[in-house]
């Protein structure tokens, strides 16, 4: 990713570059939980089952994946804001399409028009973020556009929660439209300066060959699968261990969020030299954090203690994976970065087939126990690439 003289801008205009990336992801966390809460809601005014609706989401993360695979790589031979800018406004078309849908087939394909927006858009601003970082501030730069994550749960799945229930839920996809083309406008205008590096695209197989990335994506996988396979039955899990109804298992993702968002702030602030021994030992606390769950839950406050610290480590495990990535990816940043997303959105999927049996059969302790064993499988991976 190249840069031209303009590139010299003010303070101001450099933050408002980074958070213009924030809002990126903040809509593609938005788009990715706000449906599942809402899942009845939505079932109801469709006339039709919920597990029909949930398919919305399957649709949503599969052509994710497939896009991720083939589109991410635009990032490196197009202008960063045309890209990232038609991607949000894909977005949007797809959101209202969403609102508009009334049949959970139209849903679902509106929502698969929204993972093929969120295949280009997620990577790109990964790439985008580390590419235009000060030499060694790469974590802090990323640290405060991963915050977008936090935010999308903090702020995105209670207001759509409560915009369903006064509102309705059609509203919930007309209002973040109308933030996608805001921040698709953010992104033309402030990132028109920034060119992708390379005239000619990086295959994803030609991607993956790279030194180093082959391993970092089997970490990513296995760190994906334990979050999305222990995450897919926090709430009920929590709700099992203190007779909590649905609102009160909330605080307990707020505390998620929190925990995330606040980590992210503070890698903004010292930077981290992210190291494989660095990255290890995180992966070592992770595990530990999922190891000791059956310990966490035995009472509301050590729950929300640990939930929030499985936030912050979870930012902190993140934010090292990605900027390692994007230190092997050369001029191919945005190939790469597609395929993180793929590995990502494979997660989705294998993670809650993978804990459902386990959760059905020996509760949610045993689920976080699983995902103890794949974060310290990653470690040792990790550990052995050298």
């Known amino acids: 990713m190249s840069h031209h003289p303009s590139d010299e801008n003010p303070n101001a205009i450099a933050q408002v570059k980074v958070l213009s990336l924030l809002g990126a992801v903040l809509l593609v966390g938005a788009n990715s939980f706000v449906l599942s809460p809402i899942l009845s809601e939505v079932a109801f005014s469709l006339a039709t089952e ?75 601003s990964y790439a985008t973020a580390t590419a ?43 209002l973040m439209a109308g933030l996608s083309v805001v921040v698709a406008g953010v992104l033309m205008a402030f990132l028109a300066d920034l060119r992708g590096g390379k005239s000619t695209r990086t295959s994803p197989i030609r991607a993956i ?55 992210g702030f503070v890698l ?17 606390a992770i595990a530990t954090s999922y190891g000791t769950w059956g310990l966490t839950l035995q009472s509301q406050i050590t729950a929300l203690a640990g939930t929030a610290m499985w936030g912050m480590l979870n930012q902190l495990g993140l934010n090292a994976l990605v900027v390692s990535l994007n230190r092997q990816a050369s001029e191919a940043r945005g190939a790469v970065m597609g395929l993180n997303s793929a590995a990502t959105y494979s997660a989705v999927f ?30 040792i991976v990790m550990w052995k690439r050298g």
């Open 50 to 124: 919920t597990y029909h609706v949930a398919w919305a989401i399957s649709a949503f993360g599969a052509a994710t994946a497939i896009s991720a695979l083939t589109l991410a790589g635009m990032i490196d031979r197009m202008p960063v804001g045309r890209v990232l800018g038609g991607a949000a406004i894909l977005l949007a078309v797809a959101q209202v399409s969403s609102g508009l849908s009334q049949h959970w087939i139209w849903l679902c394909l509106s929502q698969a028009m929204a993972g093929v927006a969120v295949g280009i858009l997620l990577p790109g």
């Open 132 to 174: 235009t970082a000060p030499k060694g501030r790469e974590a802090a730069r990323l640290g405060v556009v991963l915050t977008g994550w936090a935010l999308s749960l903090v702020v995105a799945v209670p207001a759509a929660a409560f915009i369903t229930e006064h509102f309705g839920w059609r509203m919930v996809y007309f």
């Open 209 to 263: 060959m790279l030194p180093g990335v082959w391993q970092l994506l089997a970490v990513m996988l296995a760190f994906m699968t334990a979050f999305y396979g222990s995450f897919a039955f926090f709430g009920v899990g929590v709700r099992a261990a203190f007779d909590l109804t649905a609102q009160g298992s909330g605080i307990f993702v707020l505390a998620y969020g929190v925990g995330f968002g606040v980590m």
């Open 350 to 379: 294998a993670g809650p087939m993978i804990m459902g049996p386990i959760y059905d059969m020996a509760g949610y302790a045993m689920v976080t126990g699983v995902g103890a064993v794949f974060v310290a499988m990653a470690a």
């Open 268 to 284: 903004g602030m010292i930077s981290p030299k992210i190291t494989r021994g660095y990255l290890c030992l995180v992966l070592l």
